[in-house]
């Protein structure tokens, strides 16, 4: 009787040791930050203060800071003008390199190229290329046009960030699109083309119904990032975020709080709790026009 | 399933274990007793030096070490970027080393947050030593004591390329002193170039204002003064600059490092800098290093903006004998000195600006640099409060890139950046 009882125990126990080290690192570095930052989001603690619990407080000032509610456009503008280009762009470009043709897996490796290539050294060389005396401002002067501050106006710094995110995502976003075109059978197309349809007719009543679920998925992945982004603005606009900081962004504004040896944590993780309850929104909102569709 | 629940428990035993550790932050520190035996192994912090002066300091630690046997000094280095994020997580996490290099305005919060030793009490006997106002940069308003040994002091060069001078028609062995006379090169100059050569590369901070004679804090120090009348024609004044481009266009976002590749490339005429760049000049822009010429700091009152280095030792340190001799072996006189001599730095202690090496021309112009920094030196101010956070600068410089773009007026903008800085000051 004692031996299968051990080996019951054993069972018992074993799943737990399996999920163990998961759960420490999810408990250690998701976990615990997030239960930390709710919980310091109702205090005014500082970086080298402990703080004290102010309830709403904290809330309640960002309602008055003029800085988030730039920080909200800005994030909110970046969601608007990255997402439908992210999200048709992308299917375009698979379309292209979809076909099996000599030297395509070069034209697919080089799309790709942005996506492995480091933020930091991919924002350094088009702040250099955008510069006032930069390569595009130098064609820009030589055909006539003259010299652009891309990286002086707000409006123009934000878009050029926002090109240089399209630019660095379409690659990832493709390779998701070509498994998804994979899978729309051929006959489809073949059908559509006998009933007289263009490509233009079969990209829209064939390919774009088939691929209406990744274009989703897309769709709320692109707009989660696009909310959260921080490095495209950061190196491109400056730590300060732009002339007058008016191209900070809601994570750029979090992380200007709250480090420093002065950092108001309390504040920043306010900020964060509100960037995340926005990005839970995103996502349900995208997840709910997509189940609205489909009814 | 009792056996399932037991697993539960451990499961988070396991998962809380760890993660207790993170928050608890260590205040089982040492005494502020710095008079017992100099011993035990002990942690040194400085700020980007290791790249160039990595043998003087590796002499210095083994000088030591000798002297007071028994003692070991890990020594780490810190890049310049960032520095003050690295103090603010180890601060936090309980891991700051024992002998920190501070400038005053990182040494103040960490004073605030009783992380840094009391030298008035801790190391009362070594204060003659040091020149007072040296003494004196790492007091914070509101608080007795005083929080970091101090060490090098520094005006900072100003580098200028003839070259652009000449172009526009100016001498360029007779660079602005003073700010009337950068106002009248700068739109001179861009004038004569079209706007494409600008003078400067960065806005206003806080130290131009102190150069400007504009009062920083009120009397009391318990507030900003720097929005009054002086302060308001100063940012006028830039934004006649701006207007016409004879402040580089991209000023608004430009970082030390962005205003530093203007430079090299000929863009802006004047930059700030440290002796460190003038060997960046010879490698990567060799024209301009033909070209470059060097002087001090604009200034309306006379007095050039020093800046001072500390060591602050960590009041939670489990040597503080060793700390505090240490944190004193690296400052004193001779160890100053030599240092000065790698570099083209100013000792804090007491006498040593009057060393023949500051004060005898020997007809090169490295030393003549040397020799008018050094009596430059004997009556320069540290223009920047000890309590003008990261925060309040940025405060101050994005409504700064307002007023320059004309969306507030001079005086708006400064009472705006006053108005945040003292709600700041007060949320301490």
């Known amino acids: 009787m004692a031996a299968p009882l051990r080996i019951k125990r054993q069972l018992a126990f074993s799943p737990w040791l399996f999920a163990a080290p998961g759960l420490l690192v999810v408990g250690a570095f998701v976990l615990y930050p997030f239960v930390s930052t709710l919980v310091n989001s109702f205090t005014d603690r500082r970086t080298l203060v402990p703080g004290r619990f102010v309830g709403l407080a904290n809330f309640r000032e960002l309602l008055h800071d003029d800085m988030f509610w730039t920080g909200l456009r800005n994030s909110a503008l970046y969601v608007l003008g990255v997402v439908p280009a992210l999200v048709v762009l992308p299917l375009l470009l698979a379309l292209l390199v979809q076909k099996h043709i000599p030297g395509i897996t070069f034209f697919r490796s080089a799309f790709y190229t942005p996506v492995v290539a480091s933020i930091v050294v991919v924002g350094l060389i088009w702040v250099w290329l955008l510069d006032e005396r930069g390569l595009v401002n130098s064609l820009l002067e030589t055909v006539g046009i003259g010299r652009v501050g891309f990286l002086s106006d707000q409006w123009l710094l934000l878009l050029s960030a926002m090109a240089v995110t399209v630019w660095k995502g379409l690659g990832y976003y493709m390779i998701i699109y070509l498994a998804a075109l994979a899978n729309v059978p051929r006959e489809l197309h073949e059908a559509a083309a006998v009933d007289g349809a263009g490509p233009v007719r079969r990209f829209l009543s064939v390919t774009v119904p088939a691929v209406r679920s990744t274009m989703v998925l897309v769709a709320a992945l692109s707009s989660v990032a696009a909310f959260k982004v921080f490095s495209e603005v950061y190196l491109m606009a400056g730590p300060g975020g732009g002339p007058a900081g008016e191209d900070t962004t809601l994570v750029m504004l979090v992380q200007r709080t709250g480090t420093g040896l002065t950092g108001r944590v309390g504040y920043a993780s306010a900020l964060s709790v509100v960037v995340f309850a926005v990005t839970v929104a995103l996502m349900l909102l995208v997840l709910r026009a997509d189940r609205g569709e489909e009814r | ?428």
């Open chain 2, 1 to 428: 399933m009792p056996m399932s629940r037991r697993a539960l428990a451990a499961a988070a035993v396991a998962l809380v274990l760890p993660l207790s550790a993170c928050g608890s932050g260590g205040d089982d520190g040492g005494s502020t007793d710095a008079s017992g035996k100099v011993e035990g192994d002990i942690t040194f912090q400085t700020w980007n030096l290791r790249a160039n002066f990595k043998p003087y300091f590796e002499g210095l630690i083994a000088d030591f070490e000798h002297q007071y046997p028994g003692t070991h000094v890990k020594w780490v280095d810190q890049p310049g970027e960032g520095y003050a994020d690295k103090l603010s997580a180890d601060a936090a996490g309980g891991t700051l080393p024992d002998v920190v290099n501070v400038s005053p305005d990182l040494a103040a919060p960490l004073a605030k947050a009783g992380l840094a030793l009391d030298l008035d009490k801790a190391a009362a006997k070594y204060r003659p030593e040091y020149l007072d106002g040296a003494w004196a940069s790492h007091r914070v308003p509101g608080m007795n004591g005083t929080y970091a040994f101090p060490w090098y002091l520094n005006t900072g060069p100003l580098f200028y390329n003839k070259a652009l001078f000449t172009k526009a028609g100016l001498d360029p062995d007779q660079p602005p002193k003073t700010y009337d006379e950068l106002f009248a090169d700068g739109l001179r100059m861009a004038e004569k170039s079209d706007g494409k050569v600008a003078t400067l590369a960065n806005v206003p901070t806080i130290e131009d204002f102190g150069r400007y004679g504009v009062p920083l804090m009120n009397k009391q120090g318990t507030g900003f003064a720097f929005n009054d009348a002086k302060g308001v024609q100063l940012l006028t004044r830039y934004k006649q600059l701006y207007d016409a481009k004879a402040l580089d266009p991209q000023a608004l976002t430009a970082t030390g490092e962005s205003a530093g590749k203007k430079f090299l490339t000929g863009a802006v005429a004047m930059n700030p800098g440290s002796a460190l760049d003038l060997g960046n000049f010879k490698k990567n822009a060799p024209s301009l290093y033909r070209n470059i010429g060097i002087t001090d700091q604009i200034t309306s009152t006379g007095h050039v903006n020093m800046y001072v280095m500390g060591l602050m030792v960590n009041s939670r340190t489990r040597h503080t004998p060793a700390a505090v001799a240490f944190a004193h072996f690296v400052t004193d006189a001779r160890n100053q000195m030599s240092f000065a001599k790698k570099v083209a730095i100013f000792p804090s202690t007491a006498g040593s600006l009057d060393d023949p090496y500051f004060t005898k021309e020997d007809g090169t112009d490295e030393t003549r640099v040397r020799i008018a920094a050094a009596k430059s030196l004997k009556n320069a101010v540290n223009y920047t409060p000890v309590l003008f956070s990261e925060q309040m600068k940025t405060a101050l410089r994005n409504e700064v890139a307002k007023a320059l773009q004309g969306k507030e007026s001079p005086q708006e903008a400064l009472d705006n950046a006053v108005k945040a800085a003292d709600r700041l000051l007060q949320q301490g």
